[in-house]
């Protein structure tokens, strides 16, 4: 058994990915072209964003999206501390400073009221210089944008969203990648929305950062490619990831996201009364990047995962150690006692498997024997 069944999901989408390919490759326009902008362009209708910029990967789209406002040394950028460490690291690579901000037990998200408390107290130690908030949609769901919002506007600090697992997600219909002032996404393989290999996005409605984050990932290009202008990058989607990608991106709006849901309703519907399933508040969607449980203790945990990789039941922990407790951070000592959300969370949960070719009889094999391993 698989945790998350790529192969399957290519069996099916086969002909399509092999033709677009082949076309690419025939065509020999390997970098650029058609592919790339039909992607860029279906991307942002998708999210609901005026514009769509690709790149190599979901940590280079949050590089160039912290470049484009500017943040560096001196500044405070406040991040969730349940994560996946590239949304502090190119926060700390920036030069600037991560204040860890706790998240919702019951969302795993970013908590808004913890929020406004570490902005008051970065003012009130009048240190650094608070600068925007990375809001992360963590395991596919999108963070509390409207209460989160309230708190930025009222300190006027600018959102990135790293949506890398939120893409498909939504609030009230409003899709992920479309709530940050700019959004980033990942198509690592794993995520949602998955390429063959490493690719990225950026989401913006404001053109003055859709053509300073363009110079950005190209060098810093100018008017023409040999005029640089400003120290960039170089991050590209490849044309064959993003000929991989379209099919993909079809299949995840007409019926992925759908089977996503589906089955984790099952899973709900099944696993509920035994265990604390996942919460999705009212009007909003998860893409279910991951199907996460929260156990009792750490020691049940590795009991469970033991006993389920003996009947050959794959389960992952996302995330064992939160940002404040990571060696990079070493010494990190901000408002530790308000982090203690997250490092409860750390010791406890366990994601099972989640794709949208997981079928009835493989998802009751894995219920039963989640139950028989409690
Ligand atoms: C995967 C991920 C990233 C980084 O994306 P890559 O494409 O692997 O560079 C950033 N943030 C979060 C929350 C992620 O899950």
């Given at each position: 058994m698989q945790f998350i069944d790529l192969k399957k999901q290519y069996q099916v989408l086969k002909e399509q990915i092999d033709a677009n390919v082949m076309k690419v490759i025939d065509e020999?326009?390997?970098?650029?072209g058609e592919e790339v902008k039909t992607l860029s362009n279906e991307l942002a209708t998708y999210c609901g964003v005026k514009h769509c910029l690709t790149c190599a990967n979901g940590t280079d789209a949050l590089t160039i999206a912290l470049r484009c406002l500017n943040v560096g040394e001196g500044d405070a950028v406040f991040v969730p501390t349940?994560?996946?460490?590239a949304s502090a690291e190119t926060v700390a690579l920036e030069g600037a400073t991560c204040i860890f901000v706790d998240v919702d037990e019951r969302t795993f998200n970013l908590d808004s009221k913890k929020l406004e408390k570490a902005i008051e107290q970065v003012i009130k130690e009048g240190k650094l210089n608070p600068k925007c908030v990375v809001v992360v949609d963590l395991f596919g769901q999108p963070a509390d944008f409207p209460a989160i919002r309230e708190v930025t506007d009222k300190y006027n600090l600018p959102i990135i969203e790293?949506?890398?697992?939120?893409?498909?997600g939504s609030i009230n219909g409003k899709k992920a990648?479309?709530?940050?002032d700019i959004a980033t996404t990942s198509f690592f393989p794993a995520k949602p929305l998955g390429c063959y290999g490493d690719g990225g996005a950026i989401f913006t409605d404001n053109d003055e950062y859709f053509a300073l984050m363009s110079s950005l990932a190209v060098h810093g290009k100018g008017s023409y490619k040999y005029d640089n202008v400003r120290i960039g990058y170089n991050s590209r989607l490849d044309t064959i990831q993003a000929g991989i990608l379209l099919p993909k991106l079809h299949a995840f709006e007409q019926y992925e996201l759908r089977d996503r849901n589906v089955i984790a309703s099952k899973y709900d519907e099944l696993l509920s009364k035994d265990f604390v399933t996942p919460f999705v508040p009212q009007g909003f969607e998860s893409s279910w990047a991951q199907y996460t449980l929260i156990l009792d203790s750490t020691e049940q945990r590795e009991q469970m995962q033991a006993k389920l990789k003996d009947k050959g039941i794959p389960t992952m922990v996302y995330?064992?150690?939160?940002m404040h407790k990571q060696s990079a951070f070493k010494?990190?000592?901000?408002?530790?006692?308000?982090?203690k959300v997250a490092e409860s969370l750390c010791g406890r949960v366990m994601s099972i498997p989640m794709h949208p070719y997981l079928d009835d009889q493989t998802i009751s094999i894995i219920t039963n024997a989640l139950q028989e391993c409690k």
């Open positions: 020999g326009h390997y970098i650029g349940f994560t996946f460490f790293d949506g890398a697992q939120g893409f498909g990648c479309s709530f940050g995330y064992p150690i939160p010494g990190y000592d901000f408002n530790l006692d308000d982090l």
